[in-house]
């Protein structure tokens, strides 16, 4: 049996990934600050409660994983503030900063025992961490922590290769979810199964790239 972990996984992006994986037979952890009716019918093992924002309380919010062993791990959860210049807000920054790039990396040190041998390891970022992709400005915050989420996830490629464990640095694409008021351009479900796709063809020579969820290599 596979067992797969995904953060974020009430809604969106999340919800998806929990169907898909569920859909293939495998047992889902599905961790999220509060459930949805949707996500209670997926049957997934749901943590709720989790509210990764709080870095030093993590370890007590995710208890019912003690003695999981992890075969896929996706860090999907995220939040996007607005700010530009004359309007800096450091607050919304902070924010973005703890839950987009430092929950993800301390969430990883806090299960790097429950991982299996040939696990893989999936940072759902965005392009808009890109320095060579950014050609609109804005979006500071949100920019940054993406950024640093970057290059934390090139670190545990690194760190982790070791262990025998691939990471995938994935952005899924503007996709129809809350987050943007659903003004994507992709489903959802549509996003999901295409990173579901670059996770299967994940591997230790690809650990640490930076793909699009359809495919594309891009740049940092």
């Known amino acids: 049996m596979v067992n797969v972990v995904i953060t974020g996984a009430n809604r969106g992006i999340g919800l998806e990934l929990t169907r898909i994986y569920k ?10 600050r509060q459930s949805s009716e949707a996500l209670d019918a997926t049957e997934a093992n749901i ?13 007590g919010m995710i208890h019912p994983l003690h003695g999981v062993g992890i075969d896929i791990l996706i860090h999907n959860a995220g939040i996007l503030r607005d700010e530009s210049l004359n309007h800096i807000d450091v607050a919304t920054i902070e924010q973005q900063f703890r839950v987009n790039a430092v929950a993800p990396l301390v ?8 991982l299996n041998a040939n696990a893989k390891v999936g940072i759902i970022t965005s392009r808009m961490g890109s320095m060579g992709d950014n050609g609109s400005g804005g979006r500071y915050g949100y920019r940054m922590s993406k950024a640093a989420l ?19 640095v994935l952005h899924p694409g503007y996709v129809q979810t809350g987050m943007v008021d659903f003004r994507g351009e992709v489903p959802a479900n549509e996003s999901a199964q295409r990173l579901v796709t670059r996770m299967d063809e994940l591997n230790m ?9 359809n495919g594309e290599v891009l740049p940092w």
Request: hydrophobic residues 45%; proline residues 2%.
């Open 150 to 168: 970057n290059a934390a996830a090139v670190s545990l490629s690194l760190d982790l290769k070791p262990r025998n464990v691939a990471v995938a």
């Open 23 to 32: 859909a293939r037979g495998c047992t889902v952890w599905a961790i999220c």
């Open 107 to 114: 969430l990883t040190d806090l299960l790097l025992d429950n």
């Open 47 to 59: 943590i709720d409660g989790v509210e990764l924002s709080d870095v030093q309380g993590l370890s």
């Open 205 to 213: 020579d690809n650990s640490g790239t930076f793909w699009h969820a």
